[in-house]
């Protein structure tokens, strides 16, 4: 072969070569980026997962500040206004505190209460710090803060079957409360059966049926006319052959002074001690937040029959006088369970007085 020929076949074999390697690197170029895209996908589905699990996270923390926020608005922009107004003072005397005690009073706090806040609270700060209106302020927030202290919902403790029964005033929202309950209860994985005991009035038994079957929630019933006290031994007998984990018992409403009705309500709980032995029972007292101070009395007078274990306030969202909150803590010294608003099934939480007091004060903790 010749010299030129020679020159001219090593430049062909060089030429290829360096197609074959640009070829060749081209490949590796997308194999690489390939991975790349690949490793920046895994990334941001990473990066929005946890984002995705803190926003969750957040947001069931702050469901209950969210929910406050939204319902108990009336009862803040009360709070609100009479505070706000009353501590832009700069002397802080006999007359003012009478006056704020009438404020606290109009905003259903008893009288007994809210001279008590206003006492302990001038209690726990010296003269200097009686002249600081922002001082005072904060005092008597403290002492409303301490009134609460003991009456956040307790914990239900869930040995064999846990009765819980519902009673309470004609229109206190008892029927609703009930299912409400029974769905807050189905989402912690408990079996619930509800007994529709309110055989007194005539439509009370098709309306929590329907409310039952609707929401797919087991319901033990008879016809109406027949006595309580027999509805809820039968019931006990059937939630505890099919091993139900709560039973949840609706009870007809009435009044705080009819006795007789009350001694029958005495009576459903003999009832269920003697049938429910090993059991837990529990009883809630609803009570509609709009009553006001005779919801006060309600209370009282059903606590002394039947020795309340915890309240619901049913339509907080309808008032903007809650201090019956303090009222009944601070005299009564029962949980406060719930709190329930409108007439969604999930329109229900656990009272946190921690966080109630934080909400209707938020600027100012």
């Known amino acids: 072969m010749s010299k030129n020929k020679k020159n001219i076949f090593?430049?062909?074999?060089?030429?290829?070569?360096?197609?074959?390697?640009?070829?060749?690197?081209?490949?590796?170029?997308?194999?690489?980026?390939?991975?790349?895209?690949?490793?920046?996908?895994?990334?941001?589905?990473?990066?929005?997962?946890?984002?995705?699990?803190?926003?969750?996270?957040?947001?069931?923390?702050?469901?209950?500040?969210?929910?406050?926020?939204?319902?108990?608005?009336?009862?803040?922009?009360?709070?609100?206004?009479?505070?706000?107004?009353?501590?832009?003072?700069?002397?802080?005397?006999?007359?003012?505190?009478?006056?704020?005690?009438?404020?606290?009073?109009?905003?259903?706090?008893?009288?007994?209460?809210?001279?008590?806040?206003?006492?302990?609270?001038?209690?726990?700060?010296?003269?200097?710090?009686?002249?600081?209106?922002?001082?005072?302020?904060?005092?008597?927030?403290?002492?409303?803060?301490?009134?609460?202290?003991?009456?956040?919902?307790?914990?239900?403790?869930?040995?064999?079957?846990?009765?819980?029964?519902?009673?309470?005033?004609?229109?206190?929202?008892?029927?609703?409360?009930?299912?409400?309950?029974?769905?807050l209860y189905q989402k912690k994985n408990k079996t619930v059966l509800v007994a529709a005991a309110d055989t007194f009035r005539a439509a009370a038994i098709s309306q929590i049926k329907n409310l039952c079957e609707k929401n797919k929630i087991n319901i033990f019933f008879k016809c109406s006319k027949s006595d309580p006290a027999s509805v809820v031994y039968d019931s006990i007998k059937q939630a505890i052959s099919k091993n139900f984990d709560v039973l949840i018992i609706d009870t007809a409403g009435r009044l705080h002074t009819n006795i007789n009705l009350m001694n029958e309500l005495k009576?459903?709980?003999?009832?269920?001690?003697?049938?429910?032995?090993?059991?837990?029972?529990?009883?809630?007292?609803?009570?509609?937040?709009?009553?006001?101070?005779?919801?006060?009395?309600?209370?009282?007078?059903?606590?002394?029959?039947?020795?309340?274990t915890g309240i619901i306030l049913t339509k907080f969202d309808g008032t903007s006088q809650g201090g019956i909150i303090f009222s009944i803590s601070d005299k009564l010294q029962i949980p406060i369970q719930y709190i329930t608003t409108g007439e969604s099934i999930h329109d229900i939480f656990s009272f946190d007085s921690k966080k109630f007091i934080k909400n209707i004060f938020k600027n100012e903790l």
């Open 10 to 183: 090593y430049s062909f074999i060089d030429k290829i070569n360096f197609f074959k390697k640009k070829k060749n690197n081209n490949i590796d170029l997308t194999i690489k980026d390939k991975i790349d895209n690949k490793l920046k996908k895994k990334d941001i589905h990473l990066s929005k997962h946890i984002i995705n699990k803190k926003n969750k996270k957040n947001k069931k923390k702050n469901n209950y500040f969210f929910y406050l926020k939204n319902k108990f608005l009336k009862t803040k922009n009360k709070f609100k206004s009479i505070f706000k107004s009353f501590f832009t003072v700069k002397k802080i005397d006999k007359n003012f505190l009478m006056k704020l005690e009438e404020k606290l009073i109009s905003c259903d706090i008893s009288f007994k209460t809210s001279q008590k806040i206003i006492k302990n609270s001038i209690h726990n700060i010296n003269n200097d710090q009686l002249k600081n209106p922002k001082i005072v302020y904060q005092s008597i927030i403290n002492e409303m803060k301490n009134i609460l202290k003991n009456s956040s919902k307790k914990e239900i403790i869930f040995k064999n079957l846990t009765i819980i029964l519902l009673v309470g005033v004609n229109g206190s929202g008892k029927t609703t409360t009930i299912v409400k309950i029974s769905k």
């Open 267 to 308: 009576k459903i709980v003999r009832v269920i001690k003697k049938n429910n032995k090993t059991g837990t029972l529990e009883i809630f007292l609803t009570i509609d937040s709009c009553n006001g101070q005779n919801s006060l009395v309600q209370a009282d007078l059903f606590n002394k029959f039947l020795n309340v």
